[in-house]
């Protein structure tokens, strides 16, 4: 069984944002006022910040300054928290290992926010909004599931929405593939921001498979997960720095 | 005697329900007018969406829950406390089982509203019986808050039946006509014949075994919905039974007031509800302070000393930080309220000339410890010296002593008035209690820049609402049956005459 995985080398991550765009552009992510986003309700599915994040950034003297700058799309956890206390079954991790969200589902009770130790989940506070001409580059791509939308559907006001690995692209090559008449193969989808990566930093793959690169990178000795001690079993993997 | 006692009870418990005089209407107003600016500007956040709070990322509740927790344990008193004191057959608490069940019913009511106004969705609140996970821990508080809710009304409606039945047939003629087919048919055709009170004690006592499981249970199931997280400051196994014992004891708070809001209504009921029950009850209140003193004791202790470095934060945030004045002002009103219940005890009635013993020295010290507390809670920046801190700390220690050893002497005559002030201290310190809990784990996260939340207009009116709401219920209710329940204190009567007391 396929089993998504992104690696991200943060030894080749330059901090461009890249990611955070594309994935604002492919899953139709509402804009905020910069007030609002000051008061913590920017919507960034694949967020980039210093690391570590409760220390000032710049660490030495001018010019010799250093920071250390991290990616983070949903870590897609084998033990997610946040399915774990979902109350009606509006977050749910498929048969890929991906963990989806639905947003006719949702109830907006925020407890998936809450128990997330990542802080990937996001809350639409109000009813999403686009600047005229933004409204006019959304991605059309729709992905019903048993009649609901996910994926890069508009969201309504009151729903939690989170990254999803770009589920509808592999809805996508899934489609094309059986159209062509032949086995559909992992490497034909990759999530926007593997795609758009300017470092190319980001890898993604079947980790069930011996022979891609995830599965590769994830034997190397600089492998690790985002806060290991949560006991959520992350499967964005990280190569670290150094 | 007992004859002429008993109807001189029913007239004074059962007249007024039929008088809607203009402190009633005046009461209804003002409660009106205090629920109303929560409602409209509860309209308006379901017309644009949750942002109309101050709730962010990471700080995703806030106000709606700390109310939530906060009326869930005030609920807890009510219906708990009445089936212990009625399994211990405890003969005083005849007059206060009416007005404590009552309290539990609409606690929960209130609770419930909190819920659903915190959900950004409520018109898709179906979905959590359509499908619900059993798994998920709020379904557990869901579902427990249900079940207590539907047996604490049927408490309340095994221990009213009675008393129906008396207003079904003792209705004056002037009493409007549905009011009567109320009571008729509410009073299920009771004919109070032998096999109808066998059953009824029984019934009761049954309820009142299985009631004191279940209020216990949505206590601990609430206080899981923060200890199954893995977010620093609430992974700790203190939080169930923690839960349960600031449950009862700001319940006992929310009683004793609306005793006393009872009394002060309805001044017959003095009579009934008399200083033996203050006295009582205050015993149990005394320790339950200290059982919570040594849980919060428990929990501040250990999450200092364990050395982890997430949890540091949270606590420092609580013990020096930003939430430091809600964390030491909630001990300091729980250290005043155990004094204001413990210290009379120990004073002689008579008037003393020691300057440290009267009143003035009191208030006077009450009044400059408030101001030096608010002075080293605002943090000016002109108060920033550490020795002038300090010496502004020890200040307020010094006129804090003084305070409370000067209104001891008044308060040891006004036994009634301090039990009030003691609840209003406790009920208001519980808040900031559960307050502590939540919002410095919700503004210190692990993977989110350290944030802050100050509740805005629309979380206030909503809070000051909901406990318009409470009174509101608690007004009417007793409008339509009597805050004593007629028949137990009869009962009691009867008991206390049989056995020659």
Known sequence: MTDWCMVIDLEKCVACQGCSIACRMENNTPVVSPEEAKNGRAIRWNDVFPLPVHIAPDQGEYPNVKTHYSTRPCMHCKNAPCVKVCPVQATYIDEEGIVRQNYDRCIGCRFCTMACPYGVRYFNWFEPQWEETLAEYRNPDQLSVNGSLEGPAVRPVGVVEKCTYCVHRLEKAKARAKAEGRDFRADEYVPACVQTCTGKARFFGDLDDPNSTVSQLSKSLRATHLLEDSGAHPKTLYLAEG | ???????????????????????FWT????????????????IRQLVLGLGVTDLNRPVFWGAYLVNFIFLIGVSMAGTVISATLLLLKVNWRRPITRIAESLTVFGLMTAGLQIIMDMGRPDRLVFTLLYGRLQAPLMWDIASLTLYLLTAIFALYLQLLPDIALLRDTAPATAPEWRKKLYTILSLNWRGNKEQW??????????????????????????????????????????????????????????????????????????????????????????MSGVWFYFTLNETLVATTEQETLEFPVVAAKLFGEFAPAFWGMNLLMIAATWILVAPKFVSDKPSRNLFLQTTTGLAATAISVVIFALLSLRLPALSDPNLQTGLLLAFFLFFLLALLGVTKWLKTRLI??????????????WLERWNVLMPTLTHARLAPYTTYHPTVTEIAVTISTFGILTLMFVVFYKFFPSVSVWEVEEGRALEQGSGD
Do not use: C
């Not at chain 2, 005697?1 to 402190?23: A, I, N, S, V, W």
């Not at chain 2, 009461?27 to 509860?42: E, F, K, N, S």
């Not at chain 2, 203050?278 to 005394?286: A, T």
């Open chain 2, 1 to 23: 005697m007992q004859q002429t006692l008993t109807l001189h009870d029913r007239d004074e418990l059962l007249t007024p329900l039929y008088q809607f005089d203009r402190k």
């Open chain 2, 27 to 42: 009461t209804i107003a003002a409660l009106v007018l205090v629920i109303a600016p929560g409602i409209l500007l509860y």
């Open chain 2, 198 to 287: 066998t059953r009824l004690e029984k019934a009761m006592l049954v309820v009142s075994i299985f009631i004191i499981p279940i209020g216990i249970s949505l206590h601990t199931v609430t206080s899981w919905l923060f200890s199954t997280t893995v977010q620093p400051g609430w992974k700790s196994t203190i939080l169930g039974p923690y839960f349960v014992v600031g449950a009862i004891y700001s319940g006992i708070g929310l009683l004793f007031i609306a005793t006393t809001f009872a009394r002060y209504y309805n001044k017959h009921l003095k009579e009934y509800i008399t200083e033996k029950f203050y006295e009582n009850l205050g015993w149990f209140f005394i320790v």
């Open chain 2, 417 to 430: 008035t301090a039990t009030v002030i003691a609840s209003a201290f406790v009920l208001f310190g519980m």
